[in-house]
């Protein structure tokens, strides 16, 4: 039995992967660089003999000075020049002018004109301005400008004037106290200004408005950590003597009289008239008058805001007042009618005096001039002699003065209903959104 051979399975042939070969790479690296070298010192050679080829030959005649030398003796007086030329060195001021303007008309004839400009150089007697440079506010004095940059209360006026103090304030902290945050701000440092602001001559009435601008920005600052003091309480503490401010001497009241003449002045000008500026300014009057809102508080009246005057009987004087002060006061009869038929021209979301294409302050100061027209024609002999200030200087009509007739009218109400007069002074003074008592004296002619 004849054995079987069997075929042995064919094994795959595995290919072999090349290996790099680092020892020829390197060495060819190495002879690129030897040839790259020799190529360069050849032609940095080749280079060299061209330029000693032709650079000029050197004789020690070269080297001789052309300029002369002195010979002085043992005292320094000059006995001679030796040399081929002479020359001695002058400054600016000894040169003629024929050739200072020779030498400008021909290298830059706007050299004098000019300063560094073009490559060219002042000369030494050129009187130059030095570079100014403005100095940056100090740290407090950024706060500050944050703070009324992002502050909406009051009126665009009242915070450009309080921002103005409140700059010198800053200013005087920095330079005196060197005070980093408005955080910090403590009575000495108001009691200290003060004393500076009266040594520099400064009335007492401005110190005052001051001393607001400053509770003002106080009042923005965020976890202040101390409470600034009244300046009833500053007197009582510090010492700090503040005079009174003089009040008006007279009334600046209107008489019946003129406020009717101005209504019905008004009314004939709405007839006529192009623009509704007539009929603001009666409807703003009417509000000074009946509600003792100021101009600005009437002007930037809103829509919701008089349909909820309209329906509680209270209106709510919100952000546009003075220093921010939120207050309510009771709406008039003579306001109701006004509002009511206001209302049926302006929509929803908008003001009731102003306007989508138009500015607050534009409309307040439209009807401020158009009240300085017309308050001549119905001024009276009776009210212009009762309206005189300190000085004997008459005082004309105006919206504040409308202001005047509420108060007067509410303390006479008040009084009549059994109220003393420091509480009927106290209800009032909030109701004008003043909230000092003693500013009630000079709305009543200290009465």
Not at 100 to 119: C, M, P, Q, Y
Not at 161 to 187: G, H, I, P, V, W
Not at 268 to 289: F, M
Not at 349 to 375: M, T
């Amino acid at each position: 039995m004849t054995e079987k051979k069997t075929r042995t399975p064919r094994q795959k042939r595995v290919k072999q992967k090349k290996k790099f070969n680092w020892k020829s790479f390197f060495m060819i690296i190495i002879c690129t660089v030897v040839l790259v070298g020799f190529a360069g010192a050849a032609a940095g050679g080749y280079l060299i003999y061209s330029m000693a080829s032709e650079a000029p030959k050197v004789s020690i005649e070269a080297f001789e000075s052309p300029e002369s030398s002195l010979i002085l003796d043992k005292n320094g007086n000059l006995i001679a020049e030796i040399g081929y030329q002479k020359r001695s060195n002058v400054t600016y001021e000894d040169l003629p002018n024929s050739l200072v303007d020779a030498l400008v008309s021909i290298e830059d004839s706007r050299f004098f004109e000019h300063r560094r400009r073009n490559g060219s150089k002042p000369t030494p007697t050129q009187k130059i301005k030095p570079k100014l440079t403005t100095k940056g506010d100090s740290a407090i004095t950024s706060q500050m400008k944050k703070l009324f940059k992002h502050t909406r209360t009051g009126s665009f006026k009242t915070r450009k004037r309080y921002e103005k103090a409140c700059k010198t304030f800053t200013d005087f902290l920095n330079e005196r106290f060197k005070l980093k945050s408005l955080r910090n701000l403590q009575d000495k440092h108001v009691v200290a200004y003060i004393e500076h602001r009266q040594a520099l001559g400064i009335a007492d009435k401005t110190i005052k408005t001051d001393l607001g601008a400053i509770r003002y920005m106080h009042d923005l600052v965020s976890n202040a950590k101390y409470e600034l003091s009244s300046n009833a309480e500053l007197k009582g503490v510090y010492n700090i003597q503040l005079d009174k401010t003089m009040a008006v001497k007279g009334d600046r009241a209107w008489k019946k009289d003129e406020y009717e003449g101005m209504k019905q002045l008004l009314n004939e000008q709405v007839k006529t008239a192009a623009s509704n500026t007539p009929q603001i300014t009666h409807d703003v009057a009417v509000l000074a008058r009946t509600m003792g809102l100021r101009v600005s508080e009437a002007v930037c009246m809103r829509r919701s805001q008089a349909e909820n005057a309209l329906r509680t009987g209270v209106y709510g004087v919100q952000g546009e007042a003075k220093g921010g002060k939120h207050r309510q006061v009771a709406l008039s009869k003579e306001a109701r009618v006004m509002l009511n038929e206001r209302l049926k021209n302006v929509a929803r979301g908008e003001r009731v005096f102003v306007r989508q294409d138009e500015k607050a302050h534009q409309v307040i100061n439209r009807v401020e001039k158009h009240l300085e027209r017309c308050r001549d024609a119905v001024t009276s002999v009776e009210g212009a002699s009762s309206r005189l200030n300190y000085k004997g200087e008459e005082k004309p009509l105006t919206f504040h003065g409308l202001r005047y007739n509420y108060v007067q009218d509410r303390m006479n109400a008040l009084q009549q209903e059994g109220y003393t007069r420091d509480a009927a002074a106290h209800i009032v003074t909030q109701e004008v959104g003043h909230n000092r008592i003693e500013v009630i004296k000079i709305y009543t002619n200290g009465k």
